[in-house]
C-alpha cells in the first residue's frame, strides 16, 4: 500500500520543547516537503528537499529545522525558537523536477499532524 | 504580490448547480496546475491537473488560459459531497504554491 505516512496524528507540547514530527513514504519520491496550514489559511512552506542530504528553507523556515538521510524519511523539529507553532503541519511528497511526465509529478499529501503548544 | 490568489467563498450553492472557481497567478512561467480538494480537518487531495488543453473528469472541467494568467475548475450537477474547500496550485522553480482556498457550500 503506497502513500506517505506522518505520525504522530495529534501532539501536544509545552513551551520550551522541542518536538520533532515524523513524515515516510514508500512511493520512491525524490522530493518532500513541509507545510503549515494555520486555520483558514493556506499552505505555507517551511522547508523542502529534492534529494538526499540536501533541503532548501521555504518561505517561513525561523524556527524550524529538518534533515534529508533517508529517501523515505524527512522528519521535522520544531524549536523552542518557533514562537507561535500551534498549527496543522503536512508533509508531502513528489518527483523531482525534470524526471516526472510533465514538468514535475503531482504533489501527494500525508494526513498531517495537529500540533498544539500547550 | 501573492504567487496565486483565489476568492475565498464561500459558495453556497443548490445540489444540481453548476458552480466555477477561478484562481490568478502572478508568474507567467509557471509551469503546471492543479486543483485541489480539502475537507475540513483533512490533507489536500488531488482533484485534477490542468492541461493547456483543458480536461474534463465526470462533473469536472479544469480550464488553463495562460494569456490571463488564470486556472478556472467548473463543477457541474452539484452534490452535497462537494462541499469543501478547493484549493489552486502549481509548480514553479523547484516549488508548489497554494491559493488560500475557495470554501463551497451545497445545499440541499
Known amino acids: 500500500d503506497g502513500g506517505i505516512t506522518q505520525s504522530p496524528k495529534y501532539l501536544f507540547r509545552k513551551e520550551g520543547q522541542n518536538v520533532t514530527l515524523s513524515c515516510e513514504q514508500n512511493?520512491?519520491?525524490?522530493?518532500m516537503y513541509w507545510y503549515r496550514q494555520d486555520p483558514g489559511q493556506g499552505l505555507r512552506l517551511i522547508y523542502y528537499?529534492?534529494?538526499?542530504?540536501?533541503?532548501q528553507k521555504g518561505d517561513i523556515a525561523e524556527g524550524y529545522s529538518v534533515s534529508r538521510e533517508k529517501k523515505e524519511s524527512f522528519p521535522l523539529t520544531v524549536t523552542s525558537a518557533q514562537k507561535n507553532p500551534t498549527a496543522f503541519y503536512l508533509c508531502?511528497?513528489?518527483?523531482?523536477?525534470?524526471?516526472?511526465?510533465?514538468?514535475?509529478?503531482?504533489?501527494?499529501f500525508g494526513p498531517g499532524t495537529r500540533l498544539t503548544v500547550l | 504580490r501573492k504567487e496565486v490568489e483565489q476568492d475565498p467563498g464561500p459558495f453556497n450553492v443548490p445540489e444540481g448547480a453548476t458552480v466555477a472557481f477561478n484562481c490568478t497567478y502572478s508568474?507567467?512561467?509557471?509551469?503546471?496546475f492543479f486543483w485541489y480538494r480539502q475537507d475540513c480537518r483533512k490533507e489536500p487531495k488531488l482533484l485534477m491537473s490542468v492541461y493547456s488543453s483543458g480536461n474534463e473528469d465526470g462533473r469536472f472541467t479544469a480550464q488553463l488560459n495562460r494569456a490571463s494568467q488564470y486556472i478556472s475548475l467548473l463543477i457541474r450537477d452539484s452534490k452535497l459531497s462537494d462541499s469543501a474547500t478547493y484549493l489552486c496550485a502549481l509548480y514553479n522553480f523547484n516549488k508548489f504554491y497554494f491559493g488560500s482556498g475557495t470554501k463551497l457550500n451545497v445545499k440541499p
Open positions: 508531502a511528497s513528489s518527483t523531482r523536477p525534470g524526471t516526472g511526465t510533465h514538468f514535475t509529478d503531482t504533489q501527494y
Open positions: 508568474n507567467s512561467a509557471s509551469q503546471s
Open positions: 512511493l520512491n519520491h525524490d522530493a
Open positions: 528537499s529534492q534529494i538526499v542530504n540536501d533541503f
